[in-house]
T-cell receptor, first 109, second 115 residues
Framework: GQNIDQPTEMTATEGAIVQINCTYQ??????LFWYQQHAGEAPTFLSY??LDGLEEKGRFSSFLSRSKGYSYLLLKELQMKDSASYLC??????????WGAGTKLIIKP | IAGITQAPTSQILAAGRRMTLRCTQD?????MYWYRQDLGLGLRLIHY???????GKGEVPDGYSVSRANTDDFPLTLASAVPSQTSVYFC??????????????FGPGTRLTVL
């Protein structure tokens, strides 16, 4: 079966940097997505990686290592509004999206 | 309308009742999806549609049905609701077919409680 693992919860301080990890075991791989979901709201797209390496987009960066089945989302200069859940999702060989349970990020002042 | 809308926002339903959750998008996206989200679990795909007139089963389709009569609308029906269907339901759409590289855009969700 498909397996997407993320930490359940993380805490970080405003202004700091945090790295949210995602490991996956899926039948094939056609890309990995990161979404942000504020409490009570819908998920919104953050990033997509299909090749190894780092993709930077402002304060957010996403890294992928296909050989290790591993990705991380890096958030810099944390702001209180970054308090949210971060969802990792992997596109498998059947082009089905497999979602992790999400990591709840708590930002403290 | 801008993006995807869902109705109702929330609903309390007696077990055994029939319920249709509505979803409409104005982005002319080809693909649409229905997910349920439960605490501690990832989003789980119920049904999807790659284009108007076609539908497919996702990971957890039992007890649910969908139709795609046109591009914009993708209603989800619970024929006879059971308490295990208590969840938050999200509708989503993407420009390309199911599972493509295109990002999915989500509606605001419907919070359904079945008693």
């Amino acid at each position: 079966g498909q397996n997407i693992d993320q930490p359940t919860e993380m805490t970080a301080t405003e202004g700091a940097i945090v790295q949210i990890n995602c490991t996956y075991q899926t039948s094939g791989f056609n890309g990995l997505f990161w979404y942000q979901q504020h409490a009570g709201e819908a998920p919104t797209f953050l990033s997509y990686n299909v090749l190894d390496g780092l993709e930077e987009k402002g304060r957010f960066s996403s890294f992928l290592s296909r050989s290790k089945g591993y990705s991380y989302l890096l958030l810099k200069e944390l702001q209180m509004k970054d308090s949210a859940s971060y969802l990792c999702a992997v596109l498998d060989s059947n082009y089905q999206l497999n979602w992790g349970a999400g990591t709840k990020l708590i930002i403290k002042p | 309308i801008a993006g995807i809308t869902q109705a109702p926002t929330s609903q309390i339903l007696a077990a055994g009742r029939r319920m249709t959750l509505r979803c409409t998008q104005d982005m002319r996206h080809n693909a649409m999806y229905w997910y349920r989200q439960d605490l501690g679990l990832g989003l789980r795909l119920i049904h999807y549609s790659n284009t108007a007139g076609t539908t497919g089963k996702g990971e957890v389709p039992d007890g649910y049905s969908v139709s795609r009569a046109n591009t914009d609308d993708f209603p989800l029906t619970l024929a006879s609701a059971v308490p295990s269907q208590t969840s938050v339901y999200f509708c989503a759409s993407s420009a390309g077919p199911s599972g493509s590289y295109n990002e999915q855009f989500f509606g605001p969700g419907t919070r359904l409680t079945v008693l």
